[in-house]
């Protein structure tokens, strides 16, 4: 079939949605817009029954000659935030809400470290506790520095729910969410031991930082299992 | 079952998809000097030669169109005693997919364009539509044969 053998009536252009005259298309009435109508789209694979250009088959026979490249699948998110001087990750479908660091209202007769206290979530008060107290984070010291008005603290209070409970933790700063793929996931360094291997699945390199990606499971077993 | 729908010479024809690979566009082919005239040659899939059976020939002896809609069909081929292979079938028209209610090839290997369309959508044609086997409709042994090379 030839190109100059295709006659085309474009009823879109002359009574369809891109008229100029008075005349409707009654069929329009039905479809509401030309896209739904079934003579548009026949009229549309009609002009696919026209002469590919040239070198159009050469050009397709390189590119099937070469493996399809797959697009990477399987695409976790994990959402990243420093405590102290570690870059650390949970996995992003946890995390219900990052708010403003607020006051912690501590609790008489604590009975451990890594409850922080109690900390006031839009109204209701939800548990704090603390992240690096269960893997063994050293506090960054706050060096003396004049006061800065311009200075917003990048101090957050991320709030996660687990077991259909909300618990919040403080966070220094917060990064974001990055998406990787399993292949990224590097396994943790032997030199690093203790409670931070335990509670370590797997460590993301990403713009620099080694970002440790944490097992949310028996971390929050642990930061929970004081007041159960 | 998703179908595809495509035409070769004056027939229409539906193919289940899942027993397609990939669709893509013309390429060019090698011959293959002793083949039968409906094989087309050779194509270069994804790094492996894929016999390509020109379905126009096979069907009504006349080249395909050379047209943008003429396109290769990569099937899942079940070659004896060697599993699944990709076999390039050139169909004219293959532009269209419908989803039907079929769960199983119609009885008479024949469906109508209103049983297709589910009455959703008013058919264009009363035309009937071949149903696409690719066991039945292809010559096996001959195929088997343009596996043979391959160790």
């Given at each position: 079939?030839q190109?100059?053998?295709?006659?085309?009536?474009?009823?879109?252009?002359?009574?369809?949605?891109?008229?100029?005259?008075?005349?409707r298309c009654?069929?329009?009435?039905?479809y509401?817009?030309?896209?739904?109508?079934?003579?548009?789209?026949k009229?549309g694979?009609?002009?696919?029954?026209t002469?590919?250009?040239?070198?159009?088959?050469?050009?397709?026979?390189?590119?099937?000659?070469?493996?399809?490249?797959?697009?990477?699948f399987?695409?976790?998110?994990?959402?990243?935030?420093?405590?102290?001087?570690?870059?650390?990750?949970?996995?992003a479908?946890?995390?219900?809400?990052v708010?403003?660091?607020?006051?912690?209202?501590?609790?008489?007769?604590?009975p451990?470290?890594v409850?922080?206290?109690?900390?006031?979530?839009?109204?209701?008060l939800?548990?704090?506790?603390?992240?690096?107290?269960?893997?063994?984070?050293?506090?960054?010291?706050?060096?003396?520095?004049?006061?800065?008005p311009s200075?917003?603290?990048?101090?957050?209070?991320v709030?996660?729910?687990?077991?259909n409970?909300?618990?919040?933790?403080?966070?220094?700063?917060?990064?974001?969410?990055?998406?990787?793929?399993?292949?990224?996931l590097?396994?943790?360094?032997?030199?690093?031991?203790?409670?931070?291997?335990?509670?370590?699945?797997?460590?993301?390199?990403?713009?620099?930082?080694?970002?440790?990606?944490?097992?949310?499971?028996?971390?929050?077993?642990?930061?929970?299992k004081d007041?159960? | 079952m998703?179908?595809?729908?495509?035409?070769?010479?004056?027939?229409?024809?539906?193919l289940?998809?899942?027993?397609?690979?990939e669709?893509?566009?013309l390429v060019?082919?090698?011959?293959?000097?002793?083949?039968?005239g409906?094989?087309?040659?050779?194509?270069?899939?994804r790094?492996?030669?894929?016999?390509v059976?020109?379905?126009?020939?096979?069907?009504?002896?006349?080249?395909?169109?050379?047209?943008?809609?003429?396109?290769?069909?990569?099937?899942?081929?079940?070659?004896?005693n060697?599993?699944?292979k990709?076999?390039?079938?050139?169909?004219?028209?293959?532009?269209?997919?419908?989803?039907?209610?079929?769960?199983?090839p119609?009885?008479?290997?024949?469906l109508?364009?209103?049983?297709?369309?589910?009455?959703?959508i008013?058919p264009?044609?009363?035309?009937?539509?071949?149903?696409?086997?690719?066991?039945?409709m292809?010559?096996?042994?001959?195929?088997?044969?343009?596996?043979?090379?391959?160790?």
């Amino acid at each position: 079939m030839q190109t100059a053998n295709l006659k085309i009536d474009d009823c879109w252009n002359r009574i369809g949605i891109l008229r100029t005259g008075a005349e409707r298309c009654p069929k329009l009435d039905q479809y509401v817009h030309c896209r739904n109508c079934p003579v548009f789209s026949k009229t549309g694979r009609k002009l696919l029954r026209t002469e590919p250009p040239e070198d159009y088959r050469s050009e397709w026979t390189k590119i099937l000659a070469t493996e399809k490249a797959l697009k990477p699948f399987n695409i976790k998110a994990a959402f990243v935030f420093r405590a102290g001087s570690e870059w650390l990750a949970l996995p992003a479908h946890m995390i219900h809400e990052v708010v403003n660091m607020g006051p912690i209202h501590s609790l008489p007769n604590l009975p451990s470290k890594v409850l922080r206290g109690l900390v006031n979530i839009h109204g209701s008060l939800q548990i704090c506790v603390s992240i690096g107290s269960v893997l063994g984070l050293e506090k960054l010291v706050k060096t003396e520095v004049e006061f800065d008005p311009s200075y917003v603290s990048p101090e957050r209070l991320v709030v996660v729910l687990q077991d259909n409970h909300l618990v919040a933790f403080p966070v220094s700063e917060v990064k974001g969410i990055i998406r990787y793929t399993p292949e990224m996931l590097k396994d943790p360094p032997v030199t690093v031991s203790g409670s931070k291997a335990v509670y370590t699945s797997g460590i993301l390199h990403l713009d620099g930082n080694d970002i440790a990606l944490l097992k949310d499971k028996p971390l929050f077993k642990t930061l929970t299992k004081d007041f159960e | 079952m998703l179908l595809l729908l495509f035409e070769i010479y004056n027939g229409r024809y539906a193919l289940d998809v899942n027993q397609i690979i990939e669709i893509v566009p013309l390429v060019k082919f090698k011959k293959i000097p002793t083949a039968p005239g409906y094989v087309a040659g050779l194509m270069n899939y994804r790094g492996t030669g894929t016999p390509v059976i020109d379905l126009n020939q096979l069907m009504d002896s006349v080249p395909f169109e050379d047209a943008l809609s003429t396109r290769i069909i990569i099937v899942n081929y079940p070659v004896r005693n060697k599993g699944d292979k990709p076999l390039a079938l050139i169909a004219n028209n293959v532009t269209e997919t419908v989803r039907t209610r079929l769960t199983k090839p119609p009885p008479a290997g024949v469906l109508m364009d209103k049983s297709l369309y589910d009455g959703e959508i008013t058919p264009e044609t009363s035309e009937m539509i071949q149903w696409f086997d690719i066991k039945k409709m292809l010559p096996e042994n001959e195929i088997t044969l343009l596996f043979e090379d391959e160790e």
